[in-house]
């Protein structure tokens, strides 16, 4: 059985697609595109496909992380480019590598976030930045399926800049305006219970009394393992591109005997 790794993105308008949205887009794009999966037993089959910390609905992504199981060896990068046919524009798979290691879901472990405040000037931003970033807790409330739930959102949230909107993934196109926009980046860990970005709005809003005239436009930029060293968030897919290039164990140990 060979396993696929796929990143794919939710852009544009499609971010307001749900993830049960995007499940039955992606089985269709399956189907489409002829990909011999394999399919879980029992009663009631379905194609094994795992899932890895999805965006919520409502936000933009370009690093969105799946993986499927197949019933037969296909290139990796053919099969990306079969499925991103299948796919409508917006929800594109932009890579694939084949699993050589264990644990991806383990390496997600953190998120760079772009949130656009439309209507904010970056001055604004940048003080109210500076206010979250100076608390030592930032309490924000969410409601759940059992009611009001209070947290702290500070401890998860690694690092919050503003920019003065020149440099922004995000696209105007949905949205256009003359009026200020104020661009802020965001590094948060995924823990639990989990911070999203619409929680730092909220704290924003609590320390600094930062509330957009209109909701953010929120886009992941990136997701994998946090490195404490750096402070950046790595590629989850690197460990399988590297695993895929390395020589085999058996080649490496005969060349060290030849060596020796």
Known sequence: MQRIRL??????????????DF????????????????????????????YANAAPTGTGSEA??????????RDPEQLRALLDESLPAGLDVIEAVESRTSGLADRLTASVWELRLDGVDPADAERAVASFNAADAVEVQRMTKNG??????RPAVVNLTSTDGTETHSSAADRPTDQPCAILRLVVRHVT???RPDDVLSGLRAVADLAPPVPAAVTRLAQGLFDEETGSVTDPLAPDRE??????MAETAAAATASA
């Open 7 to 20: 990143r794919y993105t939710k852009r544009g308008r499609l971010r307001f697609t749900s993830h049960r």
């Open 23 to 50: 499940q039955r887009a992606f089985e269709r794009a399956l189907r489409r595109a002829e990909v011999p999966m394999a399919y879980s037993a029992g009663f009631t089959p379905h194609p094994k496909v795992s």
């Open 64 to 73: 969105e992380y799946l993986e499927i199981a197949l019933t037969e060896a």
């Open 148 to 153: 009001v739930r209070t947290f702290d959102a």
């Open 193 to 195: 219970p989990a911070v």
């Open 243 to 248: 695993a895929a290039t390395a020589p085999p």
